[in-house]
């Protein structure tokens, strides 16, 4: 009798052990998972289409902003969870705290109110307009074709301010249309709605035949930062100063790889009409000028950035090539006495180039 009483409370026990164990599974596995996505290790970054982050049909992730999170995490030991949305609430969920960091951010006082942002700018933003390459009408050579243009921008916006900036400087007026995606865009371009468009420098519009046509401004860009997390932002500003004393010029590569257009520029119509009734362009050179112009004494070819200069801006050019001639001359007399009196169409001397006519000569944009 009693050793069937001890079996009853032996099973009792186990029963009871049991139950136990499995309460605390309830109870300690929901808070390791609640205490692991809020980890100080676990960022939740917002995502949202964007120039800096892309993500292909299969889920993957690249980009200017990606890859520099990616080298951040490494450096201050994060990993992410990412938090898609539209621009607008992925805005606010910073604000509100539900997120923890937003790349591509432009800092302005109002946002700094709401807001945390890195100390360093993660990049540097250049705005072009853009148009399309069978547009001939629009010429950086002639900002009077931009005078009553329809010119699509994101309204109410820092875009728009650069625009308005760029435009009260040159004595500009034109019509600003609202466009808000890519594909707003090109419906507009399509249906003639607008003649050219504001963006960043970006190298997938090249897919779509669109080129640039001028720089209007740039303005830096900086990560922004969960106001209730100023652990983090120590930690980003850590991370980006030990990235930039290991690689002085990282954002510059991340810029030239992700985000340079190789530009498909194109003549305008009185362009055209003037080379094709002047020739080749005369570049005046002075001989034997330090890096610039050098003559291999071997074998009596002329060298240095000049010749550098010609060979980019030969094939510069959309479906067209230019032909150059170089003239040397000994002195800087002789050379400017050259240019007066029309022998030579520009001069090419200590890196920069002087013209008599700037609207006919600078044709073509070079950049690195």
């Keep these: 009798m009693k050793k069937c009483k001890l079996v009853q409370n032996i099973r009792n026990f ?7 164990c499995t309460m605390i599974c309830l109870v300690v596995f929901p808070v390791s998972t609640s205490a ?23 889920g993957e992730r690249s980009g200017y902003g990606y890859e520099y999170f990616q080298d951040i995490a490494g450096y201050a030991g994060w990993t992410y969870k990412y938090i898609t949305s539209d621009w607008k609430n992925c805005f606010t969920q910073l604000e509100n705290g ?15 109110e709401k807001m945390l942002f890195s100390d360093m700018p993660m990049g540097e933003e250049k705005y072009y307009i853009y148009t399309d390459a069978s547009n001939k009408d629009l010429t950086a050579g002639n900002l009077d074709s931009f005078e009553g243009k329809n010119i699509g921008v994101s309204k109410d916006n820092i875009v728009e301010d650069v625009l308005n900036e760029w435009e009260s400087k040159y004595g500009l007026h034109t019509k600003h249309i609202n466009v808000s995606n890519t594909s ?7 249906k003639h709605e607008i003649d050219c468009f504001v963006s960043v420098e970006e190298s997938r ?3 779509s035949d669109i080129s640039p046509v001028t720089s209007i401004g740039e303005t830096e860009i900086y990560f922004a930062i969960n106001p209730k997390r100023p652990d983090i932002k120590e930690a980003l500003d850590s991370a980006m100063r030990r990235i930039k004393d290991d690689n002085p010029f990282y954002t510059d590569d991340l810029y030239r790889r992700y985000l340079s257009a190789q530009s498909s520029s194109f003549l305008s119509k009185e362009e055209k009409e003037w080379i094709g009734q002047h020739g080749a362009i005369r570049i005046g050179y002075l001989n034997q000028d330090g890096g610039i112009s050098s003559v291999d004494p071997s074998t009596g070819k002329l060298t240095g ?56 000569d600078l044709i073509c944009r070079i950049r690195y």
Aim: proline share 0%.
């Design 36 to 58: 692991q996505e809020n980890s100080d290790h676990v960022i939740r970054v917002g995502s949202f289409e964007e120039t800096y982050n892309v993500v292909n049909e299969k």
């Design 14 to 20: 186990k029963f009871c052990y049991f139950i136990f």
């Design 98 to 112: 539900e997120i923890d960091i937003l790349g591509g951010i432009s800092h302005t006082d109002e946002r700094a």
């Design 184 to 190: 707003e865009i090109m419906d507009k371009l399509s």
């Design 305 to 360: 950035v000049i010749t550098d200069y010609v060979d980019l801006a030969e094939n510069c050019l959309q479906a067209q090539a230019l032909e150059f001639e170089l003239k040397g001359y000994d002195t800087r007399s002789e050379l400017l006495q050259a240019l007066q009196d029309g022998k030579i169409d520009l001069i090419f001397m200590q890196t920069r180039i002087h013209t008599l006519q700037k609207q006919k």
């Design 205 to 207: 519009w090249e897919e």
